[in-house]
């Protein structure tokens, strides 16, 4: 028990020293540590409802999905069935009901026809599903159907790419320490602290940012147009900014170029100072873009986002070097939320708000008090305890315990944790727990003494019997909190985070610190009685 080499007793301290230094920015403003030179350091990020902010649970349109799938099908279908040599005539193709139907005009091709539609479906997982479901009815005529299992798995890919679409939009607006989780197969909570601007965030991410650049289609009738009527290969999309007054407008169906061909867009100014997003294609669509202007200078061609008309500008001359300007009556704010959609990418499938909750700061900052006032009351119930039940051992504990309040500050920083209210809550349960080793090596220690051993010996049984009921309660107390680490999410992993802590930090102070400062009294006082 006495031998205590001094490299145990210096690497204790500086594990200490260390992990005082490294709360100490997390314990103060953060102007007041810049201030200081510490501005630098790790600090500990404080969660949505401690810091206030906004929370929006997002849900997948699947219903879209579908819909968009049904479109891309119909479109290979019929490129497939012309492609090669031997093209198969075909019918009109029919979306009707959620399903693809189309008739073939040569029966001695229908086979031929079956084996090119197959051949665009795909195994769905492991199961020998497909996507697609191939029949032929009324002999002629060839049905197409998404099968579940294939809607289920566009759902479950789409959903991968929107989280990382959504978590990319989020990073751009500089935040710290958003949390972006999967919920389910078709939903996304997004909480992003100190950010007290929901209906803006809602904004940015319900955006698809699905561009396109089409031809407007200058051979249709307006009145047909008004009609909603577009001409063969032509649509009509709305136009809500038309300075001609109609809000529709007919544009070719053929994508010049899209959004897939983007690689940046930043917020502009146009010649007369309004706000504009300048985009840069990549080498393949800044070439598609150069040609297509350079055949159809003096055209108007449309600019739509997500289904609607921003503007249709004429082609005054060729576009080259890949760069262009979108226009819309954009304000700046609106501007910056295009530039970083685009930038972001475009959502494979579309988003809706389902929950949405703003937290306010003054409510965090309540939090922070009420928690904040609650460790105290709890370090000092047990300072005074353990000074009046055990003495001096008392004395180590609650050096042990107030050491042990730094480190895990210290270790959150370091690893960039996100303390949240029911991080708090395990704060105020270390605070309890962290006593109890001691008071199970003091028990141990009394137990021994009233056996008659000497005051050494009392000591190093105590630790001894004692460290090994400590790592098993710890060890059970680990288990649980990393289940909840692992399946639990938002605050019950906040929660699990302080505890996992915790529990590492109060064994090395609780046993290792205190077993040090015992050890170094008793070499230097030789006492033969004790008061525990």
Not at 376 to 405: D, E, H, K
Request: aromatic content about 4%; some cysteine.
């Amino acid at each position: 028990m006495l031998d205590f080499p001094r490299w145990k007793v210096w690497g204790i301290i500086l594990v200490l020293a260390v992990g005082v230094f490294l709360a100490l920015p997390s314990l103060m403003p953060e102007s007041t540590a810049r201030g200081l030179g510490l501005g630098g350091m790790p600090r500990i990020n404080l969660g949505l409802d401690l810091s206030g902010g906004s929370h929006l649970k997002l849900e997948a349109d699947t219903a879209d999905l579908a819909k968009q799938n049904l479109a891309k099908m119909e479109d290979t279908i019929r490129t497939e069935m012309r492609r090669g040599d031997t093209k198969i005539g075909i019918g009109d193709i029919s979306t009707a009901n959620g399903r693809i139907s189309f008739f073939v005009r040569d029966i001695a091709q229908l086979d031929a026809a079956v084996e090119r539609a197959r051949q665009q479906t795909s195994a769905v997982g492991v199961t020998g599903q497909r996507d697609w479901n191939v029949a032929v009815v009324d002999s002629t005529r060839i049905v197409m159907t998404q099968t579940q299992a294939g809607l289920d798995d566009a759902v479950d890919k789409a959903m991968q790419t929107a989280t990382e679409v959504v978590r990319k939009r989020i990073d751009e607006l500089g935040t710290r320490e958003p949390t972006i989780v999967r919920e389910g197969k078709d939903r996304i909570l997004v909480q992003v602290p100190g950010l007290a601007d929901p209906a803006g965030l809602k904004a940015l991410l319900g955006k698809t940012a699905k561009l396109e650049f089409k031809l407007v289609d200058l051979t249709a009738d307006p009145a047909a147009v008004a009609a909603n009527r577009a001409p063969p290969g032509s649509q009509i999309v709305p136009y809500p900014g038309n300075p001609g007054g109609a809000p529709l407008i007919a544009v070719q169906r053929r994508v010049i170029i899209s959004g897939d061909d983007l690689i940046d867009a930043q917020v502009a100014n146009d010649q007369n100072q309004q706000s504009v997003v300048s985009i840069k294609f990549n080498s393949e669509g800044g070439r598609k873009f150069a040609r297509v202007t350079q055949e159809n200078t003096g055209k108007p061609f449309a600019m739509i986002l997500d289904g609607s008309v921003l503007s249709a500008p004429n082609i005054n001359e060729p576009i080259l070097g890949g760069n262009a300007q979108i226009s819309g009556n954009f304000t700046v704010d609106s501007a910056n939320q295009l530039a970083i959609a685009l930038r972001s990418g475009k959502l494979p499938v579309a988003l809706k708000v389902i929950e949405e909750r703003t937290v306010g700061a003054q409510l965090g900052a309540d939090s922070i008090h009420a928690g904040v006032v609650a460790s105290i009351i709890a370090s000092v119930a047990v300072i005074v305890f353990m000074l009046v039940t055990y003495g001096r051992f008392g004395v180590y504990a609650n050096l042990a315990v107030v050491l042990n309040i730094f480190i895990i500050l210290a270790v959150m920083a370091i690893l960039n944790a996100t303390l949240t209210l029911p991080g708090i809550a395990g704060f105020v349960l270390t605070i309890g727990t962290a006593v109890d080793a001691n008071v199970l090596i003091n028990e141990r220690i009394r137990e021994e003494r009233r056996r008659g051993r000497n005051v050494v010996q009392s000591v190093e049984l105590g630790y001894k019997e004692a460290s090994r009921t400590i790592f098993e309660a710890n060890t059970v107390h680990a288990i649980s909190g990393l289940i909840m680490l692992g399946l639990g999410s938002g605050p019950v992993k906040g929660f699990a985070v302080v505890l996992l802590i915790g529990i590492c930090t109060s064994v090395f102070t609780a046993v290792l610190f205190t077993r040090m400062l015992v050890a170094l009294w008793l070499r230097k006082a030789r006492p033969t009685e004790i008061t525990i």
